[in-house]
């Protein structure tokens, strides 16, 4: 790799979200672990993946999927060791796959010391002082300091015990009360995660997933959520002061060779607001959830990518390109609905789906996504095209959307079953063959048409769609700049990258003919008759011989 394309790595990366309870185990206690995650390396390099990104692997009490967490040093047990963790880091770069963290900046877990100290120390203590105690309001305090709705739903204020057993003061937590709010403004807490920065980074990271990445900053007079907020006044979300704890970061960041990036996870509506935490001296890049949660429809997605586009330009920043991950409806089962977009209100357990139509939708989305330009993010088993597993039984779920929600939200364990990899039945290969725990969640008795290896085999299956998916686009894509829109019938996206290449989604009801071309490198669904069918995408040569 030459000094500037290795500077540049990330611009166009193709980056695989690890879950790493899900994904391989290789202690057969039913969990995914690192070790697993190890031993299956070959099937990311099979795929062509730049790099993976790890979802929380931190000691945790696991209220929130590790996103609780009690020490930022520590691996959790049930993934293995920090020697574990910096194997995978050391192995994966040898196959040419960076690894990047995920850093929980917002929250910490209950049980981490930190808040632990401030639950045993007085009120006014410089122990509370890290998070956000207030005593409450009313009569005796026993309302609390604010009426803020949680991202999980429901309240965000618990009350704690004075050391006599009175009732004491509230703790903010704008998720679950196992997950506490640090307060930004606090010296400690902007000097402690840029310690921890450094601490991954020394062990090699390429990059840090920053979780939640625009909630952290609080408006420390904790007034009400105004009705309509405008820009930046929301009292916990987008707040102004977030960009200076970022230069910050970004200044750690570059203090390492080799470009380590920062990718913030930015749930933000205004487009204009969200480019502003990717200023030169700021984040890499963030995800791009607008494109994620718009529904199969050609003028919605235009409007998502024009939209995306031309909001990154002035800033420099690349786009990235997301159909999914760990917290949202799967795509085959997401495209298979009459209401395609995505949005966590609308999230309801016995929704109609056509898995058939979600599937073939979800191929030329991929198709489509990875011939954007721009960074692309897969999560772990869409490669396969796994549906989210929507027949758990209830008493499995412990998912805090879940819980919080009562019930009403299905929550977010359906899209985190662990992987099938070989066989006919449950655990389809996902621990050793002798193995006796169940995995820590069911999958569904009838994914053997979705295991990694029967797939392999199959050059019509999805995974062997993302495999030629993935080497086009390295080989054709990697570093040419922008896209123009070519004329197009109702319903039909297409676009040409460069000279050379041009691709071309149907996402109207009829067959359309293909635009002008010299070979058809890739479709997501066999042509007929020479014209694409609806639902599908193809790649296509065009160029000099043309
Ligand atoms: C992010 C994570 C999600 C987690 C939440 C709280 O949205 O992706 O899984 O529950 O933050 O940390």
Redesign the pocket.
Known sequence: MGEQSDRQWWRDAVIYEVYPRSFADADGDGTGDLAGVLSRLDHLVELGVDAIWC?PWYASPMA??G??VADYRAIDPAFGTLADAERLITEALTRGIRTIVDV?P??VSAQHPWFQAALAAAPGSPERARFWFRPGRGDGGTEMPTRWRS??GGDTWTRTKNADGTPGEWYLHL?SAD?PDLNWSHPDVRREHEDVLRFWFDRGVAGVRI??AALLVKDPALPEVPAEPGPGEHPAVDRDDLHDIYRGWRAVADSYPGERILVG?IWLPDVERFVRYLRPDELHTAFNFDFLARPWDAEQLRASIDATLAAHAPVGAPATWVLS???VTRPVTRYGRADSSFAFTAKRAGTPTDLALGTRRARAAALLTAALPGSLYLYQGDELGLPEHEGLDDDLRRD?MFLRSGGVDPG?EGCRVPLPWSGDAPPFGFGPADATAPTWLPQPADWAELTVEAQVGDPRSMLALYRAALRIRRAELNGVEGMSWLPSAAGVLAFDRGSAFRCVVNLSAQPVPLPPHTAVLLVSTPLQDGALPADAAAWLRTGIDQ
């Open positions: 979802t929130d999927g996103y609780d929980v917002n929250h991202e999980f998720f997950q979780d939640s996870e991950n760990h917290d805090p977010r």
